[in-house]
């Protein structure tokens, strides 16, 4: 079965700091990947999304950069954290193979920057 | 690109009651509408999904219904139980190479015992 993991859980940063934020998927292989970012009590944002190793498409423009440098890890990155990055990201995944397009979310990185 | 609308933010029912959450969408090339629950501090997990070629699935209490024509579908939960209170997101997907899903802004369910 296929797993997604997500690290750090939790991440408490001052503004201006650099940010790392990893995921990985096992049990399958070549998934599309996804960064989402949900505010406090908000909805999903749509920030990344990768269908390979190399390739990632951006959603939105922001402080903010995506990595994938093998075909089951995903790296969220930032150079220098704003206070609105604060938020909870979640990264998903979802298997191109198949007819359907769910999504499988990670457990997710709570990240407050003061 | 895709634009969906979900309605209502907020709802409160009685234990016993049922609930209905509503999704709007745009593009009428989008094929699959999964819906999510996402529990205070968790990630959303996929509770029920629904493809085009149908019109409506059940899956115990759960259920949903599309409608192509009007492009909107409905998430129906019969019986509620206080386990049920959590934010419901709909979604829609239009089938790209990346298969992004579109989300709407989230239910916010609450079951009152």
């Known amino acids: 079965s296929q797993t997604i993991h997500q690290w750090p859980a939790t991440l408490v940063q001052p503004v201006g700091s650099p940010l790392s934020l990893e995921c990985t998927v096992e049990?399958?292989?070549?998934?599309?990947l996804y960064w989402y970012r949900q505010a406090a009590g908000r909805g999903l944002q749509l920030l990344f999304y990768?269908?390979?190793?190399?390739?990632i498409s951006s959603e939105v423009p922001q402080n903010l950069s995506a990595s994938r440098p093998q075909d089951r890890q995903f790296i969220l990155s930032s150079k220098k954290l704003l206070l609105s990055d604060s938020g909870f990201y979640l990264c998903?995944?979802?298997?191109?193979?198949?007819?359907?397009?769910?999504?499988?979310f990670g457990p997710g990185t709570r990240l407050l920057v003061l | 690109g895709e634009n969906v609308e979900q309605h209502p933010s907020t709802l409160s029912v009685q234990e016993g009651d049922s609930a209905v959450i509503k999704c709007t969408y745009s593009?009428?090339?989008?094929?699959?509408f999964p819906w999510y629950k996402q529990e205070l501090g968790k990630r959303p997990q996929l509770i029920i999904d629904?493809?085009?070629?149908?019109g409506e699935k059940k899956d115990q209490r759960i259920a949903v219904t599309l409608n192509k024509t009007a492009k909107h579908f409905s998430l129906h939960i019969t019986e509620t139980q206080p386990e049920d209170s959590a934010v419901y997101f709909c979604?829609?997907?239009?089938?790209?190479?990346?298969?992004?899903?579109?989300f709407g802004t989230g239910t916010r369910l609450t079951v009152i015992p």
């Open positions: 998903a995944w979802s298997d191109p193979s198949l007819a359907g397009e769910t999504q499988y």
């Open positions: 049990g399958t292989s070549n998934p599309n």
């Open positions: 990768s269908v390979g190793i190399g390739q």
């Open positions: 593009d009428s090339a989008s094929n699959y």
């Open positions: 629904i493809r085009s070629n149908v």
């Open positions: 979604a829609a997907s239009s089938q790209t190479g990346a298969n992004n899903l579109f």
